[in-house]
Structures are given as C-alpha cells and as structure tokens.
C-alpha cells in the first residue's frame, strides 16, 4: 500500500479502540455504542480499492508481517460490499437528528406561512402601503393600482423625500404610529417569521431528497446483503428492523414536506405572485 495512505490509514486507525479482528463484527452488527458517526465515516475513506484488494489477495507471505493498514485491508476485505455496508451504517446513525431537525423546519416554514395569511394586521400594512403608493404616483399610470409585486416592498427604503432625509419606510411608520397605532405590534403575529427567514427552501428540499435516496440505498443494501450467507445475518436482522420505523417515518415526513409546498405555493398566490416563478422545490 501506498506509503502515505498507508500512514494515514493508522493514524486513523489509532482513534479507533477496537481490536482489528473485532471491528467488522461491531460494523456489522450496527453496533454505534462503540462507533461514532466520524469514525465509520473515515472507514468508509480507507475503504481499499480495487487494486489495493488485488494486491493484497496476490500477497502469499505470512500475514502477520503485513502492516496495521493492509492487515486492517484484509479485515474490510471479508465482508461483501463493505463501503456500502459502512455508508448504511453511517445513514441509520444519523437518520433520527436528520429526520427531526428536517421536521423542525418543515413545522416553522409551514408556521410561518400560515401567520402571514392570517395575520389581519399585516394585510391592513400592506393596505396602507397601497394608498401611500397610489397618492405618490397619483395623476401617473400608476396612480390607481389595485396591488404590487411583493418586490416593490423593497423600495420603501429607497424612495426618498425631496429633501432626502425621508424614506417611504420613514413615511409609513409615521402613519401607522399616528393614525393606526394599533397596527404597530404586528409582529407579535408573526412569531415564526425571523427563525423561517433563515431556513433556505433549497436546502428543505435537498435533505428531503438526501433522506429519500439514502432510504433506498438501505434497501438495496438489505436485499444484496440477504444473498452474503452467515456473515451478514446479523447486519440484514438489525437493518429489517431499522426499516419498519425508517419507512413509516420517511412517507410522514415526505407527507409534511408536500404539505408544506403547497401551503408555500398558497401563500405567493395569496399574495398575488405566481408559484411557478419561485417553486418550492427550487426556492433560495
């Protein structure tokens, strides 16, 4: 093996307190009270390959004379299809956090959308901000609309008096705070708003699709795994169990994910925008 690699393998291999002839038999056992996520994902780099395997199958000498990195090899070599084995592993040891952080923020996108629609106060805002709109650009084109692009909310803090002291944004909040006082504490409507606002739509959408494929990736594993004989045993009786609650819990989630797009898509139809400009699988 590769000097530096073979190097690196055993420092590896040293954060790791398991005996070699008892580390495959934990992997294979899904055994993650002695294996931590950073670990089987660093196995998973060391994984030998195909002509690391052939070098080591072609070697007749006595085994024991064999470096920690290519005895640890032959080890990984007496499992079939070990790195697929070690990313299943890696994907159950994370599926629970993964799972519930991607819930948590489905519930607060989904949360945030409904406060938006039913927030009385807001539409009142955004009424205000209509007749403002309309008494600027009154004897235009433009004076009498019956509504604007949610983009022109970002031009209240760029138009400007004429002695460009006052913005638009100024002007409204003088308004609201001397004729609409009421309407001030809005916010109080919107409590999920700020945590919704840091959560990218993309970022919902490719852990969703991660979760998914990595699901499938277990069951394809399982059903190669079925045809190892004894050695796996072990490894497909813990991962049938696994996948009896992983599925149940994946349908819900892609259930709530659905959910949560199509109240997305309601809420830019609420607002007069069309979803198909911003959809929810593609949103920033």
Same mark, same amino acid.
């Given at each position: 093996?590769?000097?530096?690699?073979?190097?690196?393998?055993?420092?590896?291999?040293?954060? !790791?307190?398991?005996?070699?002839?008892?580390?495959?038999?934990?992997?294979?056992?899904?055994?993650?009270?002695?294996?931590?996520?950073?670990?089987?994902?660093?196995?998973?780099?060391? *994984?030998?390959?195909?002509?690391?395997?052939?070098?080591?199958?072609?070697?007749?000498?006595?085994?024991?004379?064999?470096?920690?990195?290519?005895?640890?090899?032959? +080890?990984?070599?007496?499992?079939?299809? !070990?790195?697929?084995?070690?990313?299943?592993? *890696?994907?159950?040891?994370?599926? *629970?956090?993964?799972?519930?952080?991607?819930?948590?923020?489905?519930?607060?996108?989904?949360?945030?959308? +409904?406060?938006?629609?039913?927030? !009385?106060?807001?539409?009142?805002?955004?009424?205000?901000?209509?007749?403002?709109?309309?008494?600027?650009?009154?004897?235009?084109?433009?004076?009498?609309?019956?509504?604007?692009?949610?983009?022109?909310?970002?031009?209240?803090?760029?138009?400007?008096?004429?002695?460009?002291?006052?913005?638009?944004?100024?002007?409204?909040?003088?308004?609201?705070?001397?004729?609409?006082? +009421?309407?001030?504490?809005?916010?109080?409507?919107?409590?999920?708003?700020?945590?919704?606002?840091?959560?990218?739509?993309?970022?919902?959408?490719?852990?969703?699709?991660?979760?998914?494929?990595?699901? +499938?990736? !277990?069951?394809?594993?399982?059903?190669?795994?079925?045809?190892?004989?004894?050695?796996?045993?072990?490894?497909?009786?813990?991962?049938?169990?696994?996948?009896?609650?992983?599925?149940?819990?994946?349908?819900?989630?892609?259930?709530?994910?659905?959910?949560?797009?199509?109240?997305?898509?309601?809420?830019?139809?609420?607002?007069?925008?069309?979803?198909?400009? *911003?959809?929810?699988?593609?949103?920033?």
């Amino acid at each position: 093996i590769e000097l530096r690699r073979a190097y690196n393998c055993e420092i590896m291999l040293t954060k !790791v307190k398991i005996p070699l002839p008892d580390l495959m038999g934990h992997v294979l056992a899904l055994d993650d009270s002695v294996l931590y996520v950073d670990q089987v994902d660093n196995l998973i780099k060391f *994984c030998p390959t195909k002509e690391e395997m052939d070098q080591l199958k072609a070697y007749t000498g006595d085994k024991d004379n064999l470096g920690k990195c290519e005895q640890f090899f032959l +080890e990984l070599m007496k499992v079939p299809r !070990v790195e697929s084995k070690l990313r299943v592993f *890696c994907f159950k040891m994370q599926f *629970c956090s993964q799972v519930l952080e991607l819930r948590r923020d489905l519930n607060i996108v989904n949360s945030a959308s +409904e406060e938006i629609r039913n927030s !009385v106060k807001l539409k009142r805002i955004m009424q205000t901000i209509l007749s403002l709109g309309n008494a600027l650009n009154h004897g235009t084109a433009r004076g009498a609309a019956v509504g604007f692009r949610l983009d022109s909310l970002l031009k209240l803090t760029d138009t400007r008096a004429r002695n460009n002291k006052m913005t638009l944004m100024h002007y409204l909040c003088k308004v609201l705070s001397e004729k609409l006082p +009421e309407l001030l504490d809005f916010h109080k409507d919107l409590v999920n708003l700020e945590a919704s606002s840091k959560i990218q739509l993309k970022y919902l959408a490719e852990e969703m699709q991660a979760i998914s494929k990595g699901l +499938e990736k !277990v069951i394809q594993e399982l059903t190669a795994s079925e045809n190892d004989g004894p050695v796996s045993e072990t490894f497909c009786q813990i991962l049938k169990e696994f996948l009896s609650d992983a599925e149940a819990e994946v349908r819900s989630l892609a259930q709530l994910y659905a959910n949560v797009g199509r109240n997305a898509d309601a809420l830019a139809s609420y607002f007069g925008e069309d979803p198909a400009r *911003c959809p929810f699988e593609q949103g920033k």
